[in-house]
């Protein structure tokens, strides 16, 4: 499997701690025994953290098949179904009450199309980015990345996509990676909530 900047470890243990904090807060933030996608979900360590945590049903997607065999090797659990797919054209027959997306938005070239398209499947997104003030974006040193977000970038792009950013928080160490209210942390995460866009057909 190509590792890149995955977490990979067959325990919770192994994977750094703002990557778990990001999850238990998604689990905090969302209801007992909902139905979430997980776009984007790696080797599945957070969607079994979602499922433990508040009972969720989870289904997870990553585009890399290796990615999917780990996950579902070492983070099976009842309630959590993983999948080889594209978060850019994944469909769903049923709606999910929420999607998690956390590290993606940074690694695709335009990340409208997977914006766009979760607004099919779902009404509330929970994600993250590296924040450009903090971490600025360097191709050598994060060469897996096409471009780091400012707050106000962040929320712009995700307004053009038609979401409404309804909380803004941040994390401002690696590890333990605590998720904070406001957005001067290196990473920013962000809740927000599909709106109708002007001219749209929904």
């Given at each position: 499997m190509k590792v890149g900047e995955r977490q990979v470890s067959p325990s919770l243990k192994g994977i750094r701690g703002d990557h778990r904090a990001r999850?238990?807060?998604a689990a905090s933030r969302l209801p007992y025994r909902c139905r979430i996608l997980d776009a984007a979900c790696g080797v599945g360590y957070g969607s079994r953290v979602l499922a433990q945590e508040i009972q969720a049903r989870v289904v997870g997607i990553d585009i890399e098949?290796?990615?999917?065999?780990?996950?579902k090797e070492h983070y099976y659990f009842d309630?959590?179904?993983?999948f080889a797919a594209d978060v850019r054209g994944f469909k769903s027959a049923k709606d999910f009450d929420a999607i998690?997306?956390?590290?993606t938005i940074e690694h695709l070239d335009d990340p409208a199309p997977m914006l766009l398209n979760f607004r099919k499947l779902s009404s509330r997104l929970l994600c993250s980015v590296p924040n450009e003030r903090l971490l600025p974006f360097d191709a050598k040193r994060f060469n897996h990345h096409f471009r780091h977000y400012t707050p106000e970038q962040f929320t712009s792009l995700l307004?053009?996509?038609?979401w409404r950013v309804v909380a803004r928080r941040c994390?401002?160490?690696a590890s333990p990676g605590a998720v904070e209210?406001?957005?001067?942390?290196?990473t920013i995460v962000y809740e927000a909530v599909r709106f109708s866009l002007p001219g749209a057909i929904e």
């Open positions: 999850y238990f807060w098949p290796e990615a999917i065999a780990y996950a309630g959590v179904d993983y998690v997306s956390f590290e307004e053009s996509c038609g994390q401002k160490t209210k406001g957005v001067d942390g290196r």
